[in-house]
């Protein structure tokens, strides 16, 4: 609890403030406030927000409140008080934040998700790599910018649950020290050539030995 505190109040800004996190995680809830201090930022104002967390209602459940010229979110989680929270930095983005009405939100779907078809490696297919697009791709996939900005993005538009689709994903992400042959040491993608109109479909048959040959 101190350690998380800790850092609430360090994330403090002159318009935006985190405070009362408790035992909950503090990112999700520091995003927010990021996300708000953005927002002011980018159109000139400096609202008076404050993001805290009370424990009680339902899950992902907030209550954004005005009081006199403040605005004030209390999540029933951090989750709940980052939603809040992205609410407010949204209205403050479209030119709405003077039209924000009070009152209590919580989500009519708890669970809202995305399919990712993640294309690792030409070897390590995924269901929808038989496109240049999705081999193009693939260094996308091992880059830590773009899931941070992935991540990111799916926070903004509320979704909470990622799922990642792959035919065989363990060589290309796990290493086994008592079978160093499993994993793969590099990452390969294939030309647009390979994937024409006779190639599979169905899942069945997406990498073929004679890929590693060019052909």
């Known amino acids: 609890m101190a350690a998380c505190y800790a850092a609430a109040v360090a994330f403090r800004t002159p318009s935006v403030a985190v405070v009362n996190t408790g035992d909950h995680p503090c990112g999700p809830v520091r995003f927010a406030a990021a996300e708000v201090a953005r927002a002011a930022a980018g159109r000139g104002i400096s609202p008076d927000v404050t993001i805290e967390i009370v424990p009680g209602g339902p899950e992902q459940s907030y209550r954004i409140e005005r009081r006199g010229q403040a605005w004030h979110v209390i999540g029933a989680d951090a989750a709940g ?46 269901y929808s790599d038989n496109s240049d697009a999705a081999q ?47 994993a793969l ?9 390979l994937f ?20």
């Open 81 to 126: 008080a980052m939603y809040g929270g992205l609410d407010i930095a949204e209205a403050i983005r479209l030119g709405s934040f003077d039209g924000l009405k009070p009152g209590e939100r919580r989500p009519f779907i708890a669970r809202r998700g995305l399919k990712f078809n993640i294309p690792l490696d030409l070897r390590t297919p995924s």
């Open 136 to 182: 193009a791709n693939i260094p996308e996939a091992w880059s830590a910018e773009f899931w941070r900005e992935f991540l990111d993005e799916m926070a903004r538009h509320r979704f909470n649950v990622l799922t990642l689709w792959n035919l065989h994903p363990f060589p290309s992400i796990v290493r086994v020290p008592k079978f160093p042959d499993v």
């Open 196 to 215: 024409g109109p006779d190639f599979p479909r169905t899942g069945v048959g997406m990498f073929r030995p004679e890929f590693l040959d060019g052909g």
């Open 185 to 193: 040491d590099d990452v390969l993608r294939g030309r647009r050539e």
